[in-house]
C-alpha cells in the first residue's frame, strides 16, 4: 500500500513539473503569437571578429610571457 502511495506522489510530481514547464513556455510565446515583437536588449550590439579576438588573444599571450620572462634573449 505504502509503494502505491509514493508511485502514486511521483507520478503527480512529474505530472505538476510537466505542467508547470509548458505554462512557462506559453507565456514566453505569448507576445508572439499576438503578433508583438518583443524589444532587444541590445539592438546595436558589436559584431564579432573571429580574427580580431584572435589577434587581441595572441597579444595578450606575448605580453604575458614577456612579463613572466619566459621569452627573452640569448
Same mark, same amino acid.
Given at each position: 500500500? @505504502?509503494?502505491?502511495?509514493? #508511485? =502514486?506522489?511521483? #507520478?503527480?510530481?512529474?505530472?505538476?513539473?510537466?505542467?508547470? @514547464? @509548458? @505554462?512557462?513556455?506559453?507565456?514566453?510565446?505569448?507576445?508572439?503569437? #499576438?503578433g508583438l515583437q518583443m524589444p532587444a536588449i541590445f539592438p546595436y550590439a558589436p559584431q564579432?571578429?573571429?580574427?580580431?579576438?584572435?589577434?587581441?588573444? =595572441?597579444?595578450?599571450?606575448?605580453?604575458?610571457?614577456?612579463?613572466?620572462? =619566459?621569452?627573452?634573449?640569448?
Open positions: 500500500m @505504502e509503494d502505491l502511495k509514493k #508511485a =502514486t506522489a511521483a #507520478a503527480a510530481a512529474v505530472l505538476q513539473y510537466i505542467k508547470s @514547464e @509548458e @505554462e512557462a513556455i506559453a507565456m514566453q510565446s505569448a507576445p508572439y503569437a #499576438a564579432v571578429k573571429p580574427w580580431g579576438l584572435n589577434g587581441r588573444q =595572441t597579444q595578450m599571450q606575448m605580453r604575458n610571457l614577456m612579463q613572466l620572462r =619566459t621569452f627573452h634573449r640569448r
